[in-house]
Every structure is written in structure tokens, then in C-alpha cells.
């Protein structure tokens, strides 16, 4: 008795139909096997599969076309395509049209293995998934309720997903979701800033080093992409790579196979990769500073978020879940929001999205009465200079860079906190939350020393 759903195997030469049979047998698996595309529709028809693997030339059509046909007719099948060595671009199109993952011949049984014990997972995972609610993902708003839909979609499938989005909107969360909906969520997930590495400790970093590789490498030591084995590599501001160590992650991606530094042989690697970056790569692309194979290899599936400007109506449902969690941490209790506190969060543009609404109530329960959250105690200027949802302005949109632009609101935080405290630094300090070493220092660095003293 098998203990998972049957396989459907379609190739048309017979040495690697047997070869998949005999390894998906030997995995405790029943397989059916077909050589063509006709035969594995009949196939289709009559009897229920938890996952097919096709190989992507068969003599009457392709895979593609039954990746397709059964996105169409058999939807929540999982189907994995088997392509020719370095044929990358086929395994782009099969899994745009909604393959599960792809297999590049010669066939590894270490990567076959693991594909296929995390495509028979998923109808466990879908229906745990369903048991336990909704995403986490707060909001009622269209926009928001897309990304929900399409975190859903891509937790069904092992494609790389490339999230865009403004500094702030979520991006690591929404990879944590899927990661966390997906048959990898008993897997670990790997969370990268790939601005934050050293270049010239890059490679070790991804990939690991051997002993001796090079100078202070006393002992062998494993990369993110080992770490990562089973589960998902969330590479954040993926912009910020290197073109040199842009060539070695392409590579890593479409081999699934790593080399460590000092290394001299491949190793498999069971991974699933998520992107990020609030950059245009679109524009680094045109300036050469971004390779456009890799691009393409990383944005198989894009999932945009929105700017926290454009699902206003979301923001009393932000404000209550993030007040909620930040009291439970602090153990005490959840503060109530006067009337025009709730006004001055809903007309803010927060160019920093989400983030910056957490940072400004953590402020504001640091500044409140205990009892009630005022419009004093979230240190929002509302004045004409202030960007406002209605005219959704940017940093972009007044010609300023976002470390610029955040300086300004800085600036007038602390003017702000300065007027109210009659220009009294300790307690302007105190106002901001911060101690009066660090408030100096901001002083000193925004160039608002000699104004104040």
C-alpha cells in the first residue's frame, strides 16, 4: 500500500521512464507511466495523481502544453518538467505557465527526491492551511487582498519569486508567508541582506569554504545555501549584489548545485529562492549594473505590495494589530487612540510604509499617558510641508533621495519636540524616547546644534 498519492511519469524514452518509476517505487510511491502526450491525458482522465513529471519534448507536443492542460482541467496538481542541460529558458516557461519546479537531465535522484516528497506534501499543507484562517497579511482593501491571493498561488509552487515594493511594505514578511503556507514550512527559512556582506566574504558567505581556502579559514564552514536546505533563501536587496557574484548565484540557481570556496566538487542543494529589493532593476539592468539573465532567473513570478498610502482605508486595522502585539510584548495594556490621533495617522502618506507606522506608535506608547494615544504623542507634523495621503507625495516626487528625505522628517521631529519643550534638550530628549547623549549627537550630525544652543 503506497504511502502517498500516485505519480504520473511522461517521457518517451523508455530507460528514463523506468529509471523514475523504479526511484518513485522504491520512495513507496505507485507509478503510471506514459510516453507521449496523449497517452498521459488518458491517463489524466482516468485516475487521481498527487504529482506528474514530465519531460518538456514528447513526440505529439511538449510539456508545456500539458503543464497547461493541467493547470486548466486538474488544477492543485503539482507537475515538474524535466529539460535538456542548459536549457534554462524552458524551465522559465514552464514554471510562468504554473509548473511546480523542473528537473535538468542528467536526472540527480538527490534532487529528485526531495521535489517530489514536497510536491506530495502539498495537499496536507493546503488543507492545514485552510483549517488555521487567513493569512497573515492585515487588511480588507483590493490591494491587499491581491497579494493575499498571490502569496496563496506561489505557495504552491517552488518557482523563484521576486517581491517589489517600497522600503517597508513588508517584503520579508510576504516571503515568510509563503515560505510558511508551502510545502517547505517544516524547512528552514534563510533571511539574506545582501547589501550587508562584505564583497570579498560573499562567496563564503553563499556558498561556504573549505579548510585552508584561505587565510583565518581554520575549519570548513557551510553557506546560507547549505543552511537553507529544505527550506527558502530569502535574498533581500538582491540590487546590491556584485556583478562577480551575480554570475555564481545565476549559476548556483539554475544547476541547484553549489561549490564551496576551496571546494572541488559540486553539491546538490534543495532550496528554494525569494528576492527582494526596493530598487528598480529594470533601470540597474539598462546601466549594466544588474545582469539580465539573472533578472529573468530570479523574476519568474513578481509579487508587487503596495505602498502603505494606497490601501488608506487599512491603516485602523494596522494601527490595532501592531498596538496589540506591541503591548503584549511590553505586557500591558492597549492604550486607546483619540479622535485626532486616528485623523493625523489616516491623513500621513508614511513614505516608509508599514515600518514607519510601527516605529510611530512604538514612539507613541512611549510618550503616551497610559491611557490614551494623543495626536501630540505621535510627533506627525501636519503642516502644508507635509506630504499627505491625498496628494501621495514621495521622496521621488520632491527630487530627494529616501536617506535625504528621512533626514528632513527627522529635523522636524526634533524641532517639534524642541518648540514644545520651550527649547529645553533634556526634555525634548525625553519627548522623542531617546536618551540626551543620543539626542546631542543627532543635534550635532542634522546641523541643529548652534540653532538650539
Do not use: W
Request: with cysteine; aromatic share 4%; net charge negative.
Amino acid at each position: 500500500m503506497s504511502a502517498f498519492p500516485a505519480c504520473l511519469v511522461v517521457d518517451d524514452e523508455t530507460d528514463i521512464r523506468e529509471l523514475l518509476v523504479l526511484t518513485l517505487e522504491r520512495m513507496d510511491i505507485r507509478a503510471d507511466s506514459a510516453s507521449n502526450l496523449a497517452e498521459a491525458r488518458h491517463l489524466l482522465a482516468q485516475g487521481q495523481y498527487g504529482l506528474c513529471l514530465t519531460d518538456m519534448r514528447l513526440p505529439d507536443g511538449s510539456g508545456l502544453d500539458l503543464v497547461k492542460h493541467i493547470a486548466q482541467d486538474y488544477p492543485g496538481l503539482p507537475v515538474a518538467v524535466i529539460t535538456a542541460y542548459g536549457s534554462a529558458e524552458n524551465a522559465v516557461s514552464a514554471l510562468k505557465a504554473g509548473a511546480f519546479d523542473y528537473l535538468t537531465k542528467p536526472i540527480s535522484l538527490k534532487q529528485l527526491r526531495p521535489l517530489v516528497q514536497s510536491a506530495l506534501k502539498l495537499a496536507s499543507v493546503e488543507e492545514e492551511n485552510t483549517a488555521s484562517g487567513t493569512l497573515n497579511m492585515i487588511g480588507n482593501s483590493a490591494a491587499i487582498k491581491q497579494v493575499r491571493s498571490m502569496i496563496e498561488k506561489l505557495s504552491r509552487s517552488q518557482a523563484p519569486v521576486y517581491i517589489s515594493g517600497e522600503s517597508g511594505s513588508g517584503k520579508e514578511l510576504a516571503a515568510r508567508l509563503i515560505h510558511q503556507h508551502g510545502s517547505r514550512r517544516d524547512g528552514p527559512f534563510i533571511a539574506v541582506n545582501c547589501g550587508a556582506i562584505p564583497e570579498n566574504l560573499m562567496e563564503s558567505e553563499f556558498f561556504g569554504h573549505k579548510k585552508g581556502a584561505f587565510t583565518g579559514a581554520t575549519h570548513d564552514k557551510e553557506g546560507m545555501f547549505h543552511a537553507a536546505k529544505g527550506g527558502t533563501l530569502f535574498l533581500d536587496e538582491v540590487a546590491d549584489l556584485p556583478l562577480a557574484m551575480q554570475v555564481k548565484l545565476l549559476r548556483a540557481i539554475q544547476e541547484k548545485k553549489v561549490r564551496m570556496v576551496g571546494g572541488t566538487q559540486e553539491e546538490s542543494v534543495d532550496v528554494r529562492i525569494i528576492s527582494a529589493t526596493h530598487k528598480n532593476l529594470s533601470v540597474l539592468m539598462e546601466r549594466g549594473e544588474f545582469r539580465q539573465d539573472l533578472y529573468y532567473r530570479l523574476n519568474v513570478i513578481e509579487l508587487k505590495l503596495p505602498a502603505l498610502r494606497d490601501m488608506q482605508q487599512d491603516i485602523p486595522l494596522l494601527v490595532d494589530s501592531l498596538l496589540a502585539k506591541q503591548c503584549r510584548e511590553e505586557s500591558r495594556a492597549v492604550p486607546a487612540l483619540s479622535p485626532a490621533a486616528s485623523q493625523m495617522l489616516a491623513r500621513h502618506s508614511f513614505p516608509g510604509n508599514v515600518r514607519e507606522l510601527e516605529n510611530v506608535l512604538e514612539r507613541a506608547l512611549a510618550l503616551c499617558d497610559g491611557n490614551t494615544i494623543t495626536a501630540d504623542d505621535l510627533l506627525l507634523d501636519q503642516d502644508p510641508a507635509m506630504p499627505v495621503a491625498t496628494t501621495k507625495t514621495s521622496p521621488a516626487d520632491e527630487g530627494l533621495p529616501l536617506p535625504d528625505y528621512l533626514e528632513q522628517l527627522e529635523k522636524k521631529a526634533i524641532i517639534n519636540a524642541l518648540e514644545k519643550t520651550q527649547h529645553n534638550k533634556t526634555a525634548a530628549a525625553k519627548l522623542l524616547g531617546v536618551s540626551f547623549r543620543t539626542f546631542r549627537y543627532r543635534l550635532s550630525k542634522l546641523g541643529l546644534s548652534k540653532d538650539n544652543d
